[in-house]
């Protein structure tokens, strides 16, 4: 019997990551609607000579991919739940798609601050109100998103409630939230403009919006880099690991080395490895740490 008919005829399941199905029909709503206000807005801002909604819809194509990618992600990691090709089931799907996103928006927002810069130094025609009137209508494209994309306060018929710890979710509905803001900008240069005669609002608010872009793009590869690199041994679950592992009751033991890596939004596995002079319990020491919920997957090793 080879390796692979072993695995899969295992009893245990690594898959600790459960399946966030409103999440994911959320975002293929919320990705449709996107994708048909992105294009509106693009052809509009080009032909209405507007920087500003030309940005709003560049932001809008970025947030279209987001939650694109989350889409995907939320489908491969529930049809590979099960693979026993992954250690630790399919959590990271979804966090290396957000961390493409993001790197992703850091193009969009370079190329939105360069336009708008050009239309600062060569202003062009703008026809105000056909452009307010494009993003009045963006603006609410990305209010129903937001709706659609509420996270944990939303529930369906089957009382399913959205994973609070979702960070694509998160993700998405942050950048949904930065896009109605971008879309408030464009509205206000616009009629700036077209009241005042101050063209070189709308362009400013093009910079703007993608200063807002870029941080939305840079926190997101904070986050989601941090759980790629198994970057958590800073996290709350290692002090509480440590506090029961050097309390008195295993003053025998030696701790010799800890991993925690994070398996899904709220979940770790534990890899422990300890020395001791006496005979070691390690029933108990994984019952002591079970009380911390956190923990799903806990090995110990004993040398």
Not at 20 to 30: R, S, Y
Not at 115 to 134: D, F, G, M
Not at 223 to 250: F, G, H, P, Q, W
């Amino acid at each position: 019997m080879n390796s692979q008919t072993l695995l899969k005829n295992r009893t245990y399941n690594h898959n600790f990551h459960s399946p966030n199905n409103l999440a994911k029909k959320g975002t293929l709503q919320a990705m449709i609607f996107t994708l048909i206000m992105m294009i509106v807005e693009i052809i509009g801002g080009m032909y209405y000579g507007s920087m500003a909604l030309l940005a709003d819809g560049w932001h809008m194509s970025s947030h279209a991919l987001a939650l694109g990618l989350a889409f995907f992600a939320y489908a491969m990691a529930n049809k590979y739940a099960n693979d026993v090709k992954f250690n630790f089931g399919t959590f990271k799907i979804e966090i290396l798609a957000a961390f493409t996103s993001a790197i992703f928006l850091l193009g969009i927002a370079f190329f939105m601050i360069y336009e708008s810069i050009s239309r600062l130094i060569n202003p062009t025609i703008i026809a105000y109100k056909e452009a307010i009137i494009i993003a009045l209508i963006g603006l609410v494209v990305n209010l129903i998103c937001a709706y659609l994309l509420r996270g944990e306060h939303s529930h369906d018929h089957t009382h399913e409630h959205s994973h609070p710890n979702d960070l694509n979710l998160k993700a998405a509905y942050i950048h949904v939230i930065t896009d109605a803001m971008t879309s408030v900008f464009a509205i206000i240069a616009l009629i700036a403009g077209l009241v005042f005669g101050a063209t070189w609002l709308d362009p400013l608010m093009g910079i703007v919006g993608s200063i807002l872009i870029f941080i939305w793009a840079v926190s997101l590869i904070k986050r989601s880099s941090k759980i790629l690199l198994d970057a958590n041994m800073n996290d709350e679950i290692v002090n509480e690991v440590l506090e029961i592992l050097t309390s008195k009751k295993y003053n025998n033991l030696n701790l010799e080395d800890l991993h925690i890596l994070q398996v899904a939004g709220d979940k770790y596995a534990c890899i422990i490895s300890v020395s001791s002079d006496e005979l070691v319990d390690i029933k108990e020491i994984k019952n002591d740490l079970l009380i911390h919920e956190e923990l799903v997957h806990i090995i110990i090793e004993v040398k």
